[in-house]
């Protein structure tokens, strides 16, 4: 009986971590943060972290830890996985922020218990932790000072909750009221009328449709409320950077021009090069962050001035425009030959636009060959495949579904030649590999618009004694939509740590692209794989 139960906590103790949220799920530039984990840490945790300047210290025993965040380390998003020796947990994300962070309070659900918030220029961790229960803040301002309150909840954090927010009068009526701004999380700017205390509220509902019309809650209803009267930005026009070469001396200045609220002189046009494959707008003033695509081709802005004719949009580019009044309709032309397969994609909801494009495709007449709505269900930004009957000059014409527009309506357009392609999926993150059996990791094969060559699928970063032979993609039958990739371990190999699969094109240029998995709950997808490799299960 005594060595079973001693079998049993070994077993108890040799476990991978099992994290599935963390609170809070931020921290401040230059300060630091006990953080708990929802799930468990497993024995003798460790922390992979996607970007410098961040540290995680744990204790001896129990879920917490605390994370570090430097002085130097750049605003943002950040993903966190928890590893030990016999596995690893998801990738959770964290943000780094620039404002001061507080931690909500209990009771605040009412107006009367309103958590008193000593600064309008902070950022509130929060947890709606049952069904039914609603958190109040209170915050002082002076008449014609814009507050914007904003949440971070399911989009970002994968919270499952339709997050609401609104704004209380002095006297504890609700002036303005939003549910769904950005995704399924609410933002609100409101400009005081008169000097006084203002309360802000949130409550929720189910991410997931039901009959219930009760508010919801649970531990992981966790949420970051930004609330400042400082800057804060919503868009830039462009909405995408334009790669620079290293080589350059010195680069072409590229300058984004930021939209949002309270924005002083020095932040209404920034210079914005970048040689990677994302841009983040950034500065101290700020509330908080951006994150901008970064393209090969030209990233231009539309002309408000009246023109003769409409603008032109080349292929390759992007163009970044706004809807600016109800009923608008912007119109672009571009010029092709016979034959020309183009794609034309469309950004608005995705980039946190109130946009529901509907993209046209005209004769120069205005005529039209061809109405994109809806990408797919849930997708409200639509593509379309073109490919033209003659050559000559055509439309591409965009507006609102509903007729709606405003100075928030932004979106972008992006031409491209339609190129046979691939792309590579796998099913999970993170991988176990157990010296005496072969790890068989499924990866699926995606050719987009013909695209015909082998691939070699490959593993690459892998630790000593670990191997995996090169399969191949072939051009038809099965093994042109799925392959099956081998891990093999050599006894007494022990490993924790990321590697990367990729697929390879024989081609001039060569082509290399790797394999990503979708993070569900955020919406997001990463090539950043885990692998761990372990001793064979005591029988």
Same mark, same amino acid.
């Given at each position: 009986?005594?060595?079973?139960?001693?079998?049993?906590?070994?077993?108890?103790?040799?476990?991978?971590?099992?994290?599935?949220?963390?609170?809070?799920?931020?921290?401040?530039?230059?300060?630091?943060?006990?953080?708990?984990?929802?799930?468990?840490?497993?024995?003798?945790?460790?922390?992979?972290?996607?970007?410098?300047?961040?540290?995680?210290?744990?204790?001896?025993?129990?879920?917490?830890?605390?994370?570090?965040?430097?002085?130097?380390?750049?605003?943002?998003?950040?993903?966190?996985?928890?590893?030990?020796?016999?596995?690893?947990?998801?990738?959770?994300?964290?943000?780094?922020?620039?404002?001061?962070?507080?931690?909500?309070?209990?009771?605040?659900?009412?107006?009367?218990?309103?958590?008193?918030?000593?600064?309008?220029?902070?950022?509130?961790?929060?947890?709606?932790?049952?069904?039914?229960?609603?958190?109040?803040?209170?915050?002082?301002?002076?008449?014609?000072?814009?507050?914007?309150?904003?949440?971070?909840?399911?989009?970002?954090?994968?919270?499952?909750?339709?997050?609401?927010?609104?704004?209380?009068?002095?006297?504890?009526?609700?002036?303005?009221?939003?549910?769904?701004?950005?995704?399924?999380?609410?933002?609100?700017?409101?400009?005081?009328?008169?000097?006084?205390?203002?309360?802000?509220?949130?409550?929720?509902?189910?991410?997931?449709?039901?009959?219930?019309?009760?508010?919801?809650?649970?531990?992981?209803?966790?949420?970051?409320?930004?609330?400042?009267?400082?800057?804060?930005?919503?868009?830039?026009?462009?909405?995408?950077?334009?790669?620079?070469?290293?080589?350059?001396?010195?680069?072409?200045?590229?300058?984004?021009?930021?939209?949002?609220?309270?924005?002083?002189?020095?932040?209404?046009?920034?210079?914005?090069?970048?040689?990677?494959?994302?841009?983040?707008?950034?500065?101290?003033?700020?509330?908080?962050?951006?994150?901008?695509?970064?393209?090969?081709?030209?990233?231009?802005?539309?002309?408000?001035?009246?023109?003769?004719?409409?603008?032109?949009?080349?292929?390759?580019?992007?163009?970044?425009?706004?809807?600016?009044?109800?009923?608008?309709?912007?119109?672009?032309?571009?010029?092709?030959?016979?034959?020309?397969?183009?794609?034309?994609?469309?950004?608005?909801?995705?980039?946190?636009?109130?946009?529901?494009?509907?993209?046209?495709?005209?004769?120069?007449?205005?005529?039209?060959?061809?109405?994109?709505?809806?990408?797919?269900?849930?997708?409200?930004?639509?593509?379309?495949?073109?490919?033209?009957?003659?050559?000559?000059?055509?439309? *591409?014409? !965009?507006?609102? &579904?509903?007729?709606?527009?405003? =100075?928030?309506?932004?979106?972008?357009? #992006?031409? $491209?030649? %339609?190129?046979?392609?691939?792309?590579?999926?796998?099913?999970?993150?993170?991988?176990?590999?157990?010296?005496?059996?072969?790890?068989?990791?499924?990866?699926?094969?995606?050719?987009?618009?013909?695209?015909?060559?082998?691939?070699?699928?490959?593993?690459?970063?892998?630790?000593?004694?670990?191997?995996?032979?090169?399969?191949?993609?072939?051009?038809?039958?099965?093994?042109?939509?799925?392959?099956?990739?081998?891990?093999?371990?050599?006894?007494?190999?022990?490993?924790?740590?990321? *590697?990367? !699969?990729?697929? &390879?094109?024989?081609?001039?240029? =060569?082509?290399?692209?790797?394999?990503? #998995?979708? $993070?569900? %709950?955020?919406?997001?997808?990463?090539?950043?794989?885990?692998?761990?490799?372990?001793?064979?299960?005591?029988?």
């Amino acid at each position: 009986m005594t060595s079973a139960l001693l079998m049993l906590a070994a077993t108890l103790v040799a476990a991978p971590p099992t994290v599935t949220a963390l609170f809070p799920a931020g921290c401040q530039v230059g300060q630091s943060v006990e953080v708990t984990a929802q799930g468990a840490l497993g024995d003798k945790p460790q922390a992979w972290i996607s970007r410098e300047g961040v540290k995680l210290e744990f204790a001896e025993s129990g879920n917490k830890f605390k994370v570090i965040i430097a002085e130097n380390a750049a605003p943002g998003l950040c993903w966190i996985r928890v590893f030990n020796a016999e596995g690893a947990s998801s990738l959770r994300p964290f943000v780094i922020g620039t404002l001061a962070e507080v931690a909500e309070k209990e009771p605040n659900n009412s107006a009367k218990e309103a958590q008193k918030l000593e600064s309008n220029q902070v950022v509130v961790n929060g947890v709606l932790d049952k069904g039914g229960d609603v958190d109040t803040f209170a915050v002082s301002l002076k008449a014609g000072q814009t507050l914007v309150a904003s949440l971070m909840a399911k989009g970002t954090l994968g919270s499952p909750m339709d997050g609401v927010l609104q704004v209380l009068g002095p006297r504890g009526f609700v002036m303005e009221h939003n549910d769904d701004d950005h995704g399924f999380d609410p933002q609100i700017a409101f400009t005081a009328p008169a000097d006084g205390e203002y309360g802000v509220r949130v409550f929720a509902f189910s991410d997931v449709a039901n009959s219930s019309i009760a508010f919801a809650g649970g531990a992981n209803f966790i949420y970051r409320l930004t609330l400042t009267t400082g800057a804060f930005v919503d868009h830039a026009q462009p909405m995408s950077v334009e790669r620079v070469a290293v080589a350059d001396e010195p680069p072409a200045l590229r300058k984004l021009r930021l939209h949002g609220w309270n924005l002083p002189p020095e932040l209404v046009e920034l210079p914005a090069d970048s040689v990677v494959d994302s841009f983040v707008v950034r500065h101290a003033l700020l509330g908080n962050t951006l994150t901008l695509p970064v393209e090969a081709h030209p990233s231009e802005t539309e002309l408000k001035e009246p023109a003769p004719e409409p603008q032109e949009v080349v292929v390759p580019s992007s163009m970044t425009g706004v809807i600016g009044k109800p009923g608008e309709v912007d119109v672009f032309r571009l010029k092709l030959a016979a034959k020309q397969a183009i794609v034309i994609r469309t950004d608005a909801r995705s980039a946190g636009s109130p946009l529901d494009p509907v993209l046209r495709i005209l004769k120069a007449d205005g005529s039209q060959l061809q109405e994109v709505d809806d990408g797919s269900k849930g997708d409200f930004d639509p593509d379309a495949n073109f490919t033209p009957p003659a050559e000559g000059e055509y439309r *591409i014409a !965009i507006t609102d &579904r509903f007729g709606m527009g405003g =100075p928030r309506f932004f979106y972008r357009i #992006t031409a $491209l030649p %339609s190129r046979p392609d691939f792309e590579l999926r796998v099913a999970a993150d993170s991988f176990v590999l157990s010296s005496d059996k072969p790890l068989e990791i499924p990866v699926t094969v995606d050719r987009q618009r013909g695209f015909a060559p082998e691939i070699e699928v490959i593993a690459i970063e892998l630790p000593e004694k670990v191997t995996a032979e090169a399969v191949v993609s072939e051009k038809t039958g099965d093994k042109s939509k799925s392959v099956k990739l081998v891990l093999k371990a050599e006894a007494g190999v022990s490993y924790s740590g990321p *590697i990367r !699969i990729r697929g &390879r094109v024989k081609a001039e240029p =060569p082509i290399e692209k790797p394999a990503l #998995t979708t $993070l569900t %709950s955020f919406g997001a997808t990463t090539g950043d794989l885990w692998l761990t490799v372990s001793a064979p299960a005591a029988k």
